[in-house]
């Protein structure tokens, strides 16, 4: 019997939840309880701003083996954001109730944040197709991945080392704040077309 020209013996990373962008995923939402309880414990500070810069890298890792091997999942256009935002979050809430970070900056960070989550729950509960994360978004992200990090080494440390973490954290911590507004902003549009393309299919 031919085997069929059309069968592939080529996994379907598409379909497949099983990929590695999606394990990095996974063990990145396991990994926020980890670093609740150092920065929350006594003298665990350093131990948090490493943990959650470590954190932050992986959402660049995942992206590239996405890309480069191939390994874009539907899943994965989902759960990627959503292990994002939750880390996010919850590292923001618990390092204002540590007070190591400027409160006006993880306000608005937590407000921005908050505010496209709430959006993308809207989305979905309209049957709209989830909204792919764009450059800007990923790149304003990468930025606040490492400026949080680095307010915590400010206030994990002293004198001048100290200050130097937060010098450095504002030089990357405000450009990137400023355009994760912009960016989100940006899904006003996508998300218009992604309601008016759910409610075309619908007939």
Known sequence: MEANPDSTSEPNWRDNVYTIPNVISIARLGAVPIFVWLLLGEERRLAAAIL????????????????????????????????????????????????SVPVWFGVLTLIRESVVAIAALILAGFGAKALDVTWLGKTSSFGLMFAFPLFLLSAATTGAQSDVYEVVAYCIGLPSLLLHYYAAFGYIPLARNALKLHRDSLG
């Open 52 to 99: 959650l810069g470590v954190l932050g890298a992986t959402d660049w890792v995942d992206g590239w083996v996405a890309r480069r091997f191939n390994q874009t999942s539907e899943l994965g256009k989902i759960l990627d954001p959503t292990a994002d935002r939750v880390m996010f979050l919850v590292a923001i809430f618990s390092m204002l109730l540590d007070n």
